[in-house]
């Protein structure tokens, strides 16, 4: 597998070909959640947006990993699971996986941090393999990730300086670099680790559908 210093250049390297497309994505999502959070607190207390935020959060994963690999991309990329028929497997996905991180952290702060790590390549499966059942993702997830969570870890304190800085910058630097930089770097962890997974016998192509 690929080092760190190595995704992270060739996720850099990724997003610089796609600039725009990558700036794009993050824009067009923070609107999203933006607008659905406000619907959400006018409607329902927030309906909204744990019903689509979720969803588009996916199709946005799908994205930045068509970008790490060098694939065009475009911004409707968001809106896949809306259109390919998956936004219940999706959506179901998404909510076990927070449902499991969120009783995790209710024992301690360790347990919760392991389990978001050992549940990291959910939506990205979700997102890339429509044929695997929302509850079978996390299976998959956990399985590829073991031997590599202090490493995933690790890839998302690294960003740490970088997010210091953007706070610095109101978040003008989060939104036209470290965030589509960081999101292309951890499609590219998520890339790296299935192959990895596919290359030892993991998983298999028949598993991931």
């Not at 700036?23 to 409607?43: D, R, S, T, Y």
């Not at 996390?138 to 970088?162: D, E, N, P, Q």
Request: aromatic content about 14%; overall charge positive; proline content about 3%.
């Amino acid at each position: 597998m690929m080092s760190r210093a190595e995704i992270k250049a060739e996720a850099k390297s990724s997003f610089q070909a796609q600039r725009g497309t990558g700036i794009l994505l993050l824009v067009v999502f923070m609107l999203i959640a933006a607008v659905c959070g406000a619907a959400g607190v006018i409607v329902i207390g927030g309906v909204a947006g744990v019903i689509i935020i979720p969803v588009i959060s996916i199709g946005m994963m799908l994205g930045y990993l068509t970008i790490y690999r060098n694939e065009t991309t475009e911004i409707n990329v968001l809106f896949t699971k809306f259109k390919d028929g998956g936004f219940a497997r999706a959506l179901g996905g998404y909510w076990w996986m927070f449902l499991f991180i969120y009783l995790w952290s209710l024992l301690l702060f360790i347990p919760g941090i392991i389990k978001t790590m050992s549940y990291f390549m959910t939506p990205y499966i979700l997102a890339e393999h429509p044929n695997v059942p929302a509850k079978e993702a996390l299976k998959l997830s956990m399985r590829m990730t073991k031997g590599h969570l202090g490493k995933i870890f690790v890839a998302y304190l690294s960003f740490i300086g970088w997010m210091m800085l953007s706070g610095l910058t109101f978040g003008i630097l989060y939104i036209v670099y470290v965030g589509p930089y960081m999101a292309t770097t951890m499609a590219g962890f998520y890339n790296e680790i299935k192959e990895e997974a596919l290359r030892d016998g993991v998983v298999s192509i028949v598993e991931l559908g």
